[in-house]
């Protein structure tokens, strides 16, 4: 899916086993082929990114929070920022991750512009 080299998946396999997070089988059929599974704790992980990601959704709170954030540090300094965000989970995480959190948000900001009848503010105290 994520059109990695060996070497890249093999790393991230190694780290997410690390961390207790999945676990790695030999195949009966054969030997030469690796089981990927997640573990419980890879389980309840992916359980709190789905309540969290929920939680953006309901909570306008943090765009309010973002439109706070542009205003007081200006529109250069936190585009930077977010460069930097992105740029630090991409290395650390993946693509994939950053995208799926990328779509999120803009459907989340999308949702509460249009509850605010289109107003590009969104009334942050």
């Not at 890249?8 to 089988?25: A, F, G, H, S, W």
């Not at 991409?90 to 009848?117: C, F, H, P």
């Amino acid at each position: 899916m994520g059109l990695w080299d060996i070497s890249t998946t093999q790393r991230i396999v190694t780290n997410l086993r690390k961390r207790e997070l999945v676990e790695i089988n030999k195949s009966k059929e054969d030997s030469r082929i690796r089981l990927v599974s997640l573990t419980q704790n890879g389980w309840n992980l992916i359980e709190s990114a789905y309540d969290y990601s929920l939680q953006m959704e309901l909570n306008p709170d943090l765009v309010c929070a973002l439109e706070k954030a542009m205003n007081k540090y200006g529109d250069e300094d936190f585009r930077k920022f977010i460069e930097i965000g992105i740029y630090m989970c991409t290395e650390l995480i993946s693509e994939d991750y950053v995208n799926w959190v990328y779509n999120v948000m803009e459907t989340s900001l999308k949702r509460n512009i249009k509850a605010q009848g289109n107003n590009n503010s969104c009334g942050c105290k």
